[in-house]
């Protein structure tokens, strides 16, 4: 039992002496190849965060066991192997890593078959060349250090450009033609482009290379925007009043060109390009500045109104998780396209649009001059139509105007309140409400907007599209610029803005329109009108035609 104790202390003391000493901390890492995963935690069976690319550059946080911890996003942290990164903050400085291209290849002690296994190595392993002697070379790797043979080694070539597969399923052909062989797909991830004609581009692929067209790539060496609206209208100029040149979708990318009042200017096609709003756009490869995680490290939220909503992710569509009250404050993590990222006090993180909360601390505070501005702190009354015993009409489908009413109303609450509008609800529950405690609600708050939501039905089933009514002359403004947007964002058939002799507008003393989204006795339409695509188009619409009516009154 003694000798076996001895034995056991002496391995432990032999392993303790290979361990490799910590490092001290550098400031910064680049990435060097072509991508690698960012994980959870420091090893293989934590789960995956995201894919960094060449050439990116983060912040360390710590060390652990061959992982590195690193700085994402202000202080938003994930693991690398650090056998697949580079010391230093200058990419051209990276060390280039070479490729495994055997199983099961030994690692000597020395240079040479009679030298003693210290380990192997799996094909695809990336290593750290560090030194070589005749065909022999000393490599780094997954901890360890030792000699191979070159035969088992591939090189890597000079540094290439990189760039982005935009698109999944993206065909990749042996030539540039569409008429080549297939060679098969790609999703969208980073490659290494080989070549480049004007209609294809060249990339790094199995065996060799392949082409894609033009259109499916962009080079890392342009700023790239991802859309995260689920659709958004692109106009001809930096104002978000101006002609509409097209739509984009949720997870579409685009080169970035220019960046004026708030919004970018992004590349359409070839011979396209138009403007968006900044804050429905991720950009990619932004490089985090260490005096910003300093500040971010001391730095709180304040709530400034009572049922402000955090979110789970730093978009206005994104789930509430949390409604704290006036005067709460939650520690800053992180930074995210104008939303902070906080710690709430069961561990858990959320996000808080960062221009309607106030700072306490040195991060910057985050101030929008886009729609925002003319939507903070106006009060505006939504008012889910029918409710109850009260259902409305009905649809062909077995579709309530109650139901669907206070679904829109929903939807534009949450993007109201995520500007900075102070919003409320006539009913939030499938309740009954008279029509003089809609209009007493409007007035008790001294409203700066009441809207009404209604779908429309009549007695055929051909009649379709979109009308916004007002009673008052006063009140035809509001009615005219949310009609507009309504008919500018969606396919619905504009019936226009107009008198209409409704209870709700007519002692309505305050600000105020009714919105008939849409015709339910069409079968058609009806369908439409459930859709998500559709109710977040018209969700979208009216914060933006309540906000042109903010901007111009």
Same mark, same amino acid.
């Given at each position: 039992m003694r000798k076996s104790v001895l034995?056991?202390?002496?391995?432990?003391?032999?392993?303790?002496?290979? =361990?490799?000493?910590?490092?001290e901390l550098e400031a910064e890492v680049t990435i060097n190849t072509d991508y690698i995963n960012v994980r959870e935690g420091p090893g293989l069976e934590f789960p995956l965060v995201k894919k960094i690319y060449r050439g990116e550059v983060y912040p360390v946080v710590s060390e652990n066991n061959q992982w590195i911890?690193?700085?994402?996003?202000?202080? =938003?942290?994930? $693991?690398?192997?650090? $056998?697949?990164?580079?010391?230093?903050?200058?990419?051209?400085?990276? @060390?280039?890593?070479?490729?495994?291209?055997?199983?099961?290849v030994q690692i000597r002690s020395g240079p040479g078959k009679d030298q003693q296994p210290v380990g192997k190595l799996a094909n695809g392993t990336a290593v750290e060349v560090i030194g070589q002697k005749d065909e022999w070379l000393e490599i780094k790797a997954e901890g360890l250090t030792g000699w191979i043979?070159?035969?088992?080694? !591939?090189?890597?070539?000079?540094?290439?450009?990189?760039g982005q597969i935009i698109t999944n399923n993206t065909t990749v052909?042996?030539?540039?033609?569409?008429?080549?062989?297939?060679?098969? @797909?790609?999703?969208?991830?980073?490659?290494?482009?080989?070549?480049?004609?004007?209609?294809?581009?060249?990339?790094?692929?199995?065996?060799?290379?392949? $082409?894609?067209?033009?259109? #499916?790539?962009?080079?890392?060496?342009?700023?790239?925007?991802?859309?995260?609206?689920?659709? +958004?209208?692109?106009?001809?100029?930096? !104002? +978000?009043d101006s002609k509409k040149v097209g739509t984009v979708k949720k997870g579409q990318m685009f080169a970035v060109i220019a960046?004026?009042?708030?919004?970018?200017?992004?590349q359409l096609s070839s011979k396209k390009s138009g403007w968006i709003p900044l804050w429905f756009v991720k950009r990619? #490869?932004?490089?985090?500045? @260490?005096?910003?995680?300093?500040?971010? @490290? #001391?730095?709180?939220i304040v709530i400034l109104h009572t049922g402000t909503a955090l979110r789970n992710a730093a978009n206005v569509d994104a789930k509430v998780v949390l409604r704290p009250k006036q005067g709460e404050q939650f520690p800053v993590l992180s930074i995210k396209n104008n939303w902070y990222q906080v710690k709430l006090p069961n561990g858990k993180k959320a996000y808080a649009a960062g221009w309607i909360v106030e700072i306490n601390g040195e991060v910057k505070q985050i101030k929008k001059t886009g729609y925002e501005a003319y939507l903070q702190n106006k009060l505006i009354v939504l008012d889910p139509g029918h409710g109850g015993k009260d259902q409305g009409t009905a649809g062909l489908h077995g579709t309530l105007e109650k139901d669907v009413t206070l679904r829109t109303v929903r939807l534009v609450a949450d993007k109201l309140e995520a500007s900075g509008a102070k919003v409320i609800l006539t009913r939030n529950l499938d309740t009954h409400l008279d029509l003089n405690d809609r209009v007493r609600i409007s007035h008790l708050h001294a409203a700066d907007a009441f809207i009404s939501f209604h779908y429309d039905s009549t007695i055929d089933q051909v009649t379709s599209g979109i009308t916004t009514y007002y009673y008052h002359d006063f009140q035809e403004p509001l009615a005219a610029n949310i009609q507009e947007a309504l008919s500018q964002d969606t396919q619905a058939k504009n019936r226009g803005s107009r008198f209409g002799d409704y209870h709700v507008l007519r002692e309505n003393r305050r600000m105020a329109a009714l919105l008939e989204l849409g015709y339910m006795s069409n079968p058609t339409?009806?369908?439409?009108?459930?859709?998500? #695509?559709?109710?977040?188009t018209i969700a979208n619409a009216i914060y933006t035609g309540l906000a042109k009516y903010f901007k111009e009154h």
């Open positions: 034995i056991l202390v002496l391995m432990f003391m032999c392993f303790s002496q290979i =361990t490799p000493v910590k490092a911890e690193i700085m994402l996003g202000s202080s =938003t942290t994930g $693991w690398v192997a650090e $056998w697949l990164i580079a010391r230093g903050a200058d990419p051209a400085d990276a @060390k280039a890593l070479s490729m495994i291209s055997g199983n099961g043979s070159s035969v088992y080694v !591939e090189q890597p070539a000079a540094a290439q450009e990189t052909y042996s030539d540039s033609s569409d008429s080549s062989t297939v060679l098969g @797909k790609v999703h969208k991830r980073g490659v290494s482009i080989v070549s480049k004609t004007k209609k294809w581009v060249e990339i790094s692929y199995p065996n060799g290379s392949g $082409w894609v067209e033009s259109r #499916h790539i962009l080079s890392d060496s342009s700023p790239l925007a991802e859309v995260t609206a689920s659709s +958004l209208i692109v106009h001809k100029k930096a !104002e +978000l960046e004026e009042n708030n919004m970018v200017k992004i990619n #490869h932004v490089r985090v500045k @260490k005096e910003d995680i300093e500040k971010v @490290k #001391h730095s709180e339409e009806e369908r439409t009108i459930n859709n998500n #695509h559709y109710q977040e």
